[in-house]
């Protein structure tokens, strides 16, 4: 009988104590701008931008000094509220649509000067004075070590890996499954070896060890750090980004993590990755800006309390399109995987919200259909 009690009671109690542990969730529309504590001054340079650093082998971010604890958040999304309300796949055809790219669906395609493309979560085509660049490439089912359990795609990409038109890069941001994946990683370099890829510090060995990839095509980044794309006039640095990383259970911040700023010589384009708000966008908005196109994170962004660490809301997202010099921006990272609580079209409407706030016309930062 105790036993029957126990097992009937357990489950009030773990959401006795999800509610006690959690902080209210604050509603998207009353969400404020997060400011973390500045950077460091021992670990900028004669400008002041920030440094990335180490500690025991490990890259630090101390913008994320206060972050509660992960299992305070992991209790708190099991138990506490959860108003994704991600509905079945006829719904979804019509309220969050997948078309075919441009290079698939217009038979008289070419290269543009300057195009951008969301295929899905953070994977982007950034066509770039007629060259291809490809963003964080993630085309499999899942987010996860293994296809048959963690965080599944409710939307498809809009292409296979196999129809993307010949690349002449590819910008990895971090290491998390999501947005480094090894079954897409490894395909691509199957299919294109004469890719360039360009990835945080620390990512090199473990492109090398896991796929295709020839050593010589590999250009690992530091922040700040500038490259020089092959066969173009294009110049590629890789810039801060307030996030972290982690494949194993015991590889935290091994590796380096960021966003991109891509040079051209008549146009620019900044791909944010993955990032919560900090100091970084207004420096990287001083040094490179303006930006001609801009593929900037707008989702997975709640309970806020926890995520603002290292996930940007709609409105910080358009502080970003800001303090970088954006002239036309893409919101990216929604609609693909369920990873956080917020509703699952929430992050196109507020942006909009928080556009007009800012007295900002809509088409300048817009949020599409994927493809």
């Not at 911040?253 to 040079?263: C, D, H, R, T, Y």
């Not at 100091?279 to 994170?297: H, S, T, V």
């Not at 996930?311 to 990216?332: F, R, T, W």
Request: glycine fraction near 8%.
């Amino acid at each position: 009988m105790t036993i029957l009690l126990w097992l009937a009671l357990t489950p009030i109690l773990i959401v006795l104590m999800g509610s006690a542990f959690s902080s209210a969730m604050v509603p998207g529309l009353d969400l404020g701008i997060w400011e973390p504590p500045l950077w460091p001054a021992e670990h900028t340079d004669s400008e002041g931008k920030v440094q990335s650093y180490k500690e025991g082998g490990r890259f630090q971010n101390p913008w994320m000094n206060e972050r509660p604890s992960p299992a305070r958040f992991f209790l708190s999304w099991f138990t506490g509220p959860d108003e994704s309300n991600i509905p079945g796949p006829a719904e979804l055809n019509e309220t969050l649509p997948v078309k075919a790219p441009v290079w698939l669906s217009d038979p008289n395609f070419t290269m543009s000067n300057a195009r951008l493309t969301w295929l899905g979560h953070a994977t982007t085509l950034a066509e770039i004075e007629g060259s291809a660049i490809l963003t964080d490439p993630m085309f499999s089912a899942r987010a996860s070590a293994v296809q048959f359990a963690g965080p599944k795609r409710y939307t498809a990409p809009a292409c296979k890996v196999k129809d993307l038109p010949p690349l002449a890069a590819v910008l990895v941001s971090h290491n998390h499954y999501d947005h480094l994946d090894l079954g897409s990683v490894s395909r691509l370099a199957e299919l294109q070896p004469n890719i360039s890829w360009f990835v945080p510090a620390g990512m090199a060995k473990w492109l090398k060890d896991n796929t295709v990839v020839s050593g010589e095509k590999v250009h690992e980044m530091t922040w700040w750090q500038e490259e020089q794309l092959e066969g173009t006039s294009i110049k590629i640095v890789f810039t801060p980004a307030n996030h972290w990383c982690k494949r194993s259970v015991a590889d935290d911040n091994q590796m380096l993590w960021g966003s991109f700023a891509v040079i051209g010589q008549t146009k620019r384009f900044w791909f944010g990755g993955d990032t919560g708000y900090c100091e970084a966008f207004k420096q990287i908005g001083e040094k490179y800006g303006p930006f001609d196109l801009a593929a900037i994170p707008i989702g997975a962004y709640q309970p806020n309390w926890f995520m603002k660490y290292q996930h940007v809301h709609p409105g910080e997202a358009v502080e970003i399109h800001k303090d970088i010099g954006s002239k036309q921006s893409l919101g990216i990272h929604w609609g693909t995987f369920k990873l956080t609580t917020e509703n699952y079209l929430e992050p196109p409407a507020l942006l909009n919200t928080f556009l007009n706030k800012s007295g900002l016309d809509g088409s300048v930062f817009v949020a599409t259909d994927i493809g």
